[in-house]
């Protein structure tokens, strides 16, 4: 993994919509310089859908969108904000495009379409043309033949959906069917660009890349780099062709899984550390009542792995066929199937990085390898299973990239989307690349894992696609050391209300987590949360009595529950602010770039998209003790960051005495002169039951140390129970004594 020097400080991401686009950027320098932060991370700004929430169904790479202000905004923002010292990260989408309705809003697609393999763009997608040379568009619904397409006004139209005469080089299918294109995960809007090919990367890359070289962007997020033919190769001439411009890849490591080290970038969007900082305030002893709880209330295995391997091979069935019918006849025919499906559903991780033409890594072998073992005794037919894992590892080159292509997906809608919908005994552990029946995380391994933790890669707590955000996760977090006490809560708040076993528990988790909130955002989760579950309804199968009785649940939580959960909220709030406080410092001061997710600087319990993208107000004003103390943390460490500079080493400290164990505390800088010291508390409630840190103390380096939350100074040995008796968290600066 290669590394520039040219890394941000810090980031804080900003979510571009019509209503709130570069001018109202701009707007913010002032405030975000004041926050300390050194760039602002924006949202895909390519032209897409022109009422778009996200910006990642790109519809024109020539244009910057113009429902943001276009190409003069965005160098009239770009201004602006270097006007105050804040530079600019731009997140870009080289996976895929949208298929939009009208389709004819995508130009590239409407000439594949008019004019199929003879298309000048033909090449861009990557298209299955099937047996009749035609490509399959998946638009039609039930009904279709009373209701056919129509020729009308020199197109052929079908509800909103239009298409070019005549039909020559495509079939409408039916919207449940397979397209005739490699889509983005099961997300038949989304065709796949073939990034791959040089004309196809340069055309959807231009204006990115002349941003970059007006030095008017700093820094590149890639999405979803492992839906790429080759990721390792698209890395590599992005970096050549951005003139090595700061680059971090949303690439989703799970459980010992590191980035591929001959990748061209500078590290990860930060999952990774999110699940390290989770781990670290979760209690382990918590583990084993809430997995019983949980399966005693829900009746759902306590077997995790079980639930994925289900989940994966029901999405295998519901969302894949056409995939898989695509990587069988790659493999050699369809007696390899089922070993194929098999294989699919044991790889642990979201891919496998081999490269047609090259040996296979070693480590790259022996995953698939493992995968096949476990799928073979699943199948019962070894030498089946092991002749497909031979041709995804050294067979032809589509076979290998097609396996690749597919592994991802499959993990994303089979873990991400159903069985952490379906498993979540403390849901705060259920985040993308988490590992939920794993309960909390030694400072020693926290430690180990900051020592080879690339400098110049991304940290976060919260972004556009978290489950939960951070202040969510924190209170969530709490439950782990009081099991007990929750289980009793949830049998008095199930008394008085229930709906589905399967859904229940998980919403009153939700419920006390994002307190308050209002019955419509409540039900709005529920609903997301079945579909995504897919155990009573999904996305494609939807039940109006069921979805009535969502409704219903939710109100009747909030309004005949409400109270009790307030109040139960309130009693873990001390301990849900000092873990906030806690993660929030470790992500900010340990070894990577960190990002402050839009808001965030405050307290915000925010559930999964579309919860987590609402507007933002600004500027941030506390409102309470949390809110004030989250805001000074946030603004002290980052202005320490700023001054700090980056790429810094990292020194553990270790906390002596009867509660050592609830710190974690770290250096950053030379061990001979360090420049800065985080502390953080852990497991509160434990804290608490013992009757606080005692004889604890904390051996800080050579030095006078100002406490930058409390102005306090500090030398040597000092008690936790001073340093942190204002607050749960301790950041520290070391003062330069002037020799004159």
């Not at 993308?432 to 926290?446: A, K, L, N, Q, Y």
């Not at 589905?500 to 006390?512: G, K, R, S, T």
Request: glycine residues 10%.
């Amino acid at each position: 993994m290669s590394e520039t020097s040219s890394a941000p400080v810090s980031t804080y991401r900003v979510q571009l919509t019509p209503e709130h686009g570069f001018a109202e950027v701009a707007a913010l320098a002032p405030y975000l310089a004041g926050l300390g932060v050194t760039h602002v991370y924006l949202s895909p700004v390519l032209q897409s859908v022109p009422a778009s929430q996200h910006g990642y169904d790109v519809t024109d790479h020539s244009r910057v969108r113009a429902e943001f202000g276009g190409l003069a905004g965005f160098r009239a923002m770009a201004g602006a904000l270097a006007a105050h010292g804040l530079g600019i990260v731009l997140d870009i989408v080289p996976n895929h495009m949208t298929v939009p309705v009208p389709e004819s809003g995508n130009a590239q697609l409407w000439s594949v379409l008019r004019e199929g393999a003879a298309s000048p763009y033909a090449a861009w997608f990557d298209i299955d043309w099937g047996e009749d040379g035609r490509m399959t568009m998946p638009v039609l619904g039930p009904g279709a033949e009373d209701d056919p397409p129509r020729p009308q006004g020199g197109v052929l139209r079908y509800h909103d959906h239009e298409f070019p005469l005549p039909a020559d080089h495509y079939r409408l299918g039916y919207y449940w069917e397979g397209p005739g294109y490699r889509r983005f995960f099961d997300v038949s809007s989304l065709i796949a660009l073939r990034v791959e090919d040089e004309e196809v990367f340069e055309a959807t890359h231009q204006v990115i890349l002349s941003l970059v070289g007006e030095g008017l962007v700093d820094g590149l997020r890639v999405d979803h780099p492992d839906g790429l033919t080759d990721p390792r190769g698209y890395l590599a001439r992005l970096r050549e062709r951005s003139g090595g411009v700061w680059t971090v890849a949303e690439k989703i490591l799970v459980g010992e899984e590191r980035l591929p080290a001959d990748w061209a970038c500078d590290g990860t969007t930060g999952y990774d550390a999110l699940n390290r900082i989770t781990g670290l305030f979760v209690d382990p002893e918590g583990g084993e009542p809430l997995v019983a709880e949980f399966a005693r209330r829900t009746g759902v295995s306590r077997d995790y792995p079980a639930v994925v391997y289900q989940a994966k091979r029901e999405v295998l069935d519901l969302f894949f066929t056409t995939e898989v019918d695509r990587l069988v006849a790659a493999l050699g025919g369809p007696h390899l199937r089922a070993a194929a499906v098999e294989l699919l559903a044991a790889m642990p991780v979201y891919r496998a990085y081999v490269v047609p033409g090259e040996p296979p890594p070693a480590q790259a072998v022996r995953l698939v390898e493992d995968a096949g073992r476990v799928a073979a005794a699943r199948l019962g037919d070894e030498a089946a299973v092991a002749e497909v894992v031979k041709r995804v590892l050294y067979g032809t080159p589509e076979a290998v990239v097609r396996f690749q292509q597919t592994t991802g997906p499959v993990m994303a809608k089979g873990v991400e989307d159903t069985a952490l919908y379906r498993w979540y005994p403390l849901a705060c552990l259920n985040e993308v690349g988490g590992e939920p029946g794993e309960f909390g995380g030694s400072v020693e391994e926290f430690h180990d894992y900051c020592a080879v933790l690339p400098p110049g890669t991304m940290t976060t707590l919260s972004t556009h696609d978290t489950k939960r955000s951070e202040d969510v996760r924190a209170r969530l977090a709490v439950l782990s050391e009081i099991p007990d006490e929750w289980a009793r809560a949830v049998d008095d708040w199930s008394s008085r209300v229930a709906f589905d076993p399967a859904l229940d528990y998980l919403a009153w988790q939700n419920l006390v987590a994002a307190w308050p909130i209002d019955p419509a955002r409540f039900a709005a989760y529920l609903h997301k949360a079945a579909r995504e579950a897919k155990t009573a309804i999904s996305w494609v199968r939807p039940d109006p009595v069921y979805e009535h009785g969502l409704d219903d649940f939710a109100a009747r939580a909030v309004a005949e529950c409400g109270d009790s959960v307030a109040a139960f909220a309130r009693r873990i709030e001390p301990h849900a602010m000092a873990n906030s406080l806690g993660q929030k410092i470790v992500q900010l001061m340990m070894p990577g770039v960190p990002d402050v997710y839009q808001g965030n600087e405050v307290t915000d319990f925010s559930l999964v998209d579309p919860d987590n993208r609402r507007p933002v107000r600004y500027p941030r004003v506390p409102h309470g003790e949390w809110d004030a103390a989250k805001l000074l943390l946030t603004r002290s460490a980052l202005g320490l960051r700023r001054r700090m500079g980056g790429g810094l080493p990292y020194a553990p400290l270790r906390a002596q005495g009867p509660a050592a164990g609830h710190a974690v505390a770290f250096a950053r800088g030379r061990r001979s002169a360090p420049v800065a010291v985080a502390v953080a508390t852990r497991l509160p409630v434990g804290l608490s039951r013992r009757g606080g840190w005692g004889g604890t103390w904390l051996p800080l380096p050579a030095g006078r140390w100002r406490d930058l939350l409390t102005g306090h100074l500090h030398t040597g040995r000092v008690p936790l129970a001073h340093l942190l008796s204002r607050y749960p968290v301790a950041l520290l600066e070391r003062e330069v004594i002037d020799a004159q």
